[in-house]
């Protein structure tokens, strides 16, 4: 069964840094992407950025490119994703999906699984 935890949500003042993990379990990590999305309320869920485990191959939303990095702990099965510069617009609940088809696509519907999300939310 394929298992996607996420954490280290939380509250964070505008201009700081966060880092978020997935931990993944149930699957052949090699035959997979895994991504990172994030929903604010009344908006769709967005794309941020995306790594394949067999290379490590990634791929980011031009609007966080620069600002978000993704990485894989490769030993504990575990993808980061570090905010950094944060601002009020960050504020969503975030999301990691894994996907078999290890094409990073921006479409949540391309991703087959998914975690239960974690609040992320920037204060003034």
């Known amino acids: 069964e394929v298992q996607l935890v996420e954490s280290g949500g939380g509250l964070v003042q505008a201009g700081g840094s966060l880092r978020l993990s997935c931990a993944a379990s149930g699957f052949t990590f090699d035959d997979y992407a895994i991504g990172w999305f994030r929903q604010a309320p009344g908006k769709e869920r967005m794309f941020l950025a995306g790594i394949r485990w067999s290379d490590g191959t990634t791929s980011y939303a031009f609007s966080v490119k620069g600002r978000f990095i993704i990485s894989g702990d490769y030993a504990r099965n575990v993808v980061n994703l570090e905010l950094n510069n944060m601002n009020a617009e960050d504020t969503a609940v975030y999301y990691c999906?894994?996907?078999?088809?290890?094409?990073?696509?921006?479409?949540?519907?391309?991703?087959?699984?998914w975690g239960q999300g974690t609040q992320v939310t920037v204060s003034a």
């Open positions: 999906a894994a996907s078999n088809r290890t094409v990073i696509a921006i479409s949540p519907s391309h991703w087959a699984y």
